[in-house]
């Protein structure tokens, strides 16, 4: 049904920017959500940015301003621009679809396994 592969995690400065990319196995449709969530070391883990049809996004409230969630279908490659990066930010980031199986008519909910961010000096 379909696979998620995350990437673009890596070590930054802080104010530094990262994209990350999450890679699907699938076409991913106008009907599909997608979204970040991160899980920063003895933390819970918290939606970061979301994207629903129509290219409705949603974000967090630390992070309003300076990420951005986007998709390139053609691709099918959801991305993360993360900018003015905080030590904050650190976290594993994970990318997470809910997918329309179009053979059996319903939702999946599809997990990756998560790339590092750290956002030291």
């Known amino acids: 049904q379909g696979q998620l592969v995350e990437s673009g995690g890596g070590l930054v400065q802080p104010g530094g920017s990262l994209r990350l990319s999450c890679a699907v196995s699938?076409?991913?449709?106008?009907?599909?959500?997608m979204g970040w969530y991160r899980q920063a070391d003895g933390k819970q883990r918290e939606l970061v940015a979301l994207?629903?049809?129509?290219?409705?996004?949603r974000y967090t409230d630390s992070v309003k301003g300076r990420f951005t969630i986007s998709t390139d279908n053609a691709k099918n490659t959801v991305f993360l621009q993360m900018n003015n990066l905080k030590p904050e930010d650190t976290a594993v980031y994970y990318c997470?679809?809910?997918?329309?199986?179009?053979?059996?008519?319903?939702?999946?909910?599809?997990w990756g396994q998560g790339t590092r961010v750290t956002v030291s000096s």
């Open positions: 994207i629903t049809s129509g290219d409705i996004t």
């Open positions: 699938f076409s991913i449709l106008s009907r599909d959500a």
């Open positions: 997470r679809v809910d997918h329309w199986v179009v053979t059996t008519q319903e939702y999946v909910e599809l």
